[in-house]
């Protein structure tokens, strides 16, 4: 899929401060499947060829053999912990900086959420401090690869005192890979999200997937109700399926156009954004630094919008949370720090032309040097 679509979708040519196509871009692939499914009655069907398509492709391109689709990732992830028997009392272990529904997915099931920092000037749990965690009460442990920075789940599994299940979330990274091992397949059960502004999208939805059906049996006989609770539709599956023939080739478009923009960003803002090395074959929803200056983030923030550029503050993290509300391991430093000092780029950026990219890169610039003077 080329970024075609934008001029039917914008509905004219994009200003300084639209620089960026919405997102996401329908594609002739998309309207072909979903009016396949229109001309049939199987968009009437709760499941049918679309859902269990879908379902086959997932479990191929992310390496499980089983599969639920549900409604949203926010889902996804307490089907997930549901899946390898979280219960009321239990304790789960996370980031200090995650997406906030993870904490609530924890407490939905009513167990209580161990925070572990992360990596310092990263996003990502800090394996190192794992183990002191775990108690006996510990039931699962919920590590996010987030903002392109991908996790070691191998080396988080070995850091453990005792076997603790994994719940990978790779909502915002789905087709990365860490040594040709795609990200999903390496916990004991992984969460996707197909929410509006997701890397694959069909504006809501999610899916599990694990290698163990019993994980995954368990988690969809929590959402029994007679029926599904949280559904997938036919027409979502439609327009997903075609995005997951194109996913690794725009993730290596949005790959390379990292790599080329974090080190044009880099050479002349080096000393005020600061980020880790770039992994390879990582997917890119949010393209992460951590802002150091002087001037508030906001104000950077507005400036850098005001240039067109698609940035945003990163989450708020955890670190604050009341003693009555979690446990914490540490002072969590690192985790409050990322949610006071990050900035993302929203990754429809990443997919467009070079002379967009480059004035991108330019907004940057332009910013962060009137910030020294
Ligand atoms: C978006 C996201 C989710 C939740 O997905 P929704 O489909 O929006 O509910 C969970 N975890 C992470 C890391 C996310 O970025």
């Known amino acids: 899929m ?26 002739d692939a998309v309207r072909q ?14 499941d049918g060829d679309s859902t269990y398509a879908l379902q086959v492709k997932l479990q191929d ?35 200090a900086y995650d997406f906030p529904g993870n904490f609530r997915a924890i407490e939905a099931i009513g167990a209580m959420p161990v925070l572990v920092d992360v990596a310092e000037g990263g996003w990502i749990i800090d394996i190192e401090n794992l183990a002191t965690a775990v108690s006996e009460k ?16 191998t080396a988080v599994r070995e850091s453990l005192p005792r076997p603790v299940p994994i719940v990978e979330d790779c909502c915002q990274v789905p087709g990365a890979s860490i040594d040709g091992k795609p990200c999903g397949s390496f916990g004991g059960v992984s969460a996707f999200s197909f929410g509006g502004s997701k890397l694959l999208s069909a504006g809501r939805g999610g899916a599990v997937l694990s290698n163990d059906e019993s994980v995954i049996s368990r988690a969809k006989h929590f959402g029994s109700r007679g029926n599904d609770a949280f559904p997938l539709s036919q027409l979502q599956a439609a327009v997903l399926i075609p995005q997951l023939d194109e996913l690794e080739s ?16 880099g050479k002349d803002c080096g000393s005020q954004l600061i ?22 983030r906001e104000v950077v923030i507005s400036r850098l919008k005001a240039e067109g550029v698609p940035v945003d503050v990163g989450f708020r993290g955890f670190a604050k949370r009341t003693a009555r509300r979690c446990r914490k391991i540490g002072d969590l ?3 409050q720090q990322a949610a006071d000092e990050t900035i993302l780029l929203h990754h429809p950026a990443l997919l467009e032309p070079a002379e967009t990219r480059e004035q991108i890169v330019s907004g940057f610039k332009k910013v962060m040097t009137s910030l020294d003077g």
């Open 33 to 46: 499947s979903l009016q396949s499914v229109v001309d049939s009655n199987a968009w009437g069907l709760y």
């Open 138 to 153: 510990t039931s699962a442990i919920l590590v996010s690869h987030l903002h392109g920075q991908l996790i070691d789940i």
């Open 2 to 27: 080329t970024p075609t679509g934008k001029l039917a979708i914008n509905g004219g040519p994009k200003s300084v401060t639209n620089l960026i196509s919405p997102w996401p871009i329908a594609s």
């Open 275 to 296: 980020r880790p090395k770039t992994q390879k074959q990582s997917a890119w929803y949010k393209l992460p630094w951590r802002l150091r200056s002087n001037v508030g």
């Open 61 to 95: 391109l992310f390496d499980c053999a089983h599969s639920l689709l549900s409604c949203s990732g926010t889902v996804a992830v307490e089907l997930a912990l549901r899946g390898v028997g979280v219960k009321r009392g239990d304790e789960v272990i996370l980031a």
């Open 250 to 265: 725009l993730n290596s478009v949005r790959q390379s156009a990292v790599e080329e923009m974090v080190a044009a960003i």
């Open 333 to 335: 430093v690192n985790a």
